[in-house]
């Protein structure tokens, strides 16, 4: 299936952006994880950019594109699914999170500007009846749920998507996921000029969400 409305100018930006998000499904929840670093074209702008986070009880979400359009989808989904849960007396559920980013991203880069936005999302979170759910929506507006794994449009994607696609296995267990994770963002890390200098990875389960690695990537001079 060709999504058409994934038009060329919006590939060519996406193809800019500097980082690397991950997510795998695994049989007792979802693993997410991204990389550090923050770029302004050639230029390192931070070393320690959080890109996964935590945006209340029950949701964790990683971006791809400019910073200021995520970290204002980000404000804007985490109020709006606030709002939903105060007047139905309901907290939404993780499908509904993804297609209230799907419908906000997708008006963003509709309306007429000079600078539009172009986020590509990953939202991974907890049921209220502990299913932890995962899905990936593309800068262009679509939502899909996740039933393997996925990098967005990172530009770290290539890297990872190929040691992937190796190395999953359907009914991985967290830990494994944890550590395929890993092994994905140093794969990219080594070789995608948009990512590096630290890793931070996420585990979503019926437990709850912990930040399960926190690291830093240091450079090392080393005489020859």
Do not use: H
Not at 123 to 143: K, R
Not at 162 to 190: F, H, I, N, P
């Amino acid at each position: 299936m060709i999504n058409y409305a994934f038009n060329e100018d919006l590939k060519k930006s996406v193809l800019k952006t500097g980082t690397t998000i991950i997510g795998i499904v695994c049989k007792d929840g979802v693993v997410m994880a991204a990389d550090r670093q923050m770029s302004a074209g050639s230029v390192v702008m931070s070393k320690n950019a959080e890109k996964v986070v935590k945006i209340n009880d029950y949701l964790v979400i990683s971006w791809t594109g400019g910073v200021a359009d995520a970290q204002r989808l980000g404000k804007l989904i985490a109020a709006e699914l606030k709002l939903k849960e105060l007047r139905s007396k309901s907290r939404p559920t993780v499908k509904e999170a993804a297609n209230l980013t799907a419908a906000i991203t997708y008006s963003q880069i509709r309306q007429p500007s000079m600078v539009p936005a172009i986020v590509g999302t990953l939202i991974g979170g907890i049921n209220e009846d502990g299913s932890a759910e995962l899905y990936t929506i593309e800068p262009a507006g679509s939502v899909l749920k996740v039933e393997d794994y996925d990098a967005n449009f990172s530009s770290g994607m290539p890297y990872v998507l190929g040691l992937l696609e190796r190395e999953y296995k359907k009914g991985l267990s967290l830990k494994e996921g944890v550590e395929l994770a890993k092994e994905a963002l140093k794969a990219s890390t080594q070789r995608d000029m948009g990512s590096g200098y630290g890793i931070d990875i996420f585990t979503i389960s019926k437990d709850g969400i912990k930040k399960v690695v926190k690291q830093e990537i240091k450079p090392e001079y080393k005489e020859e």
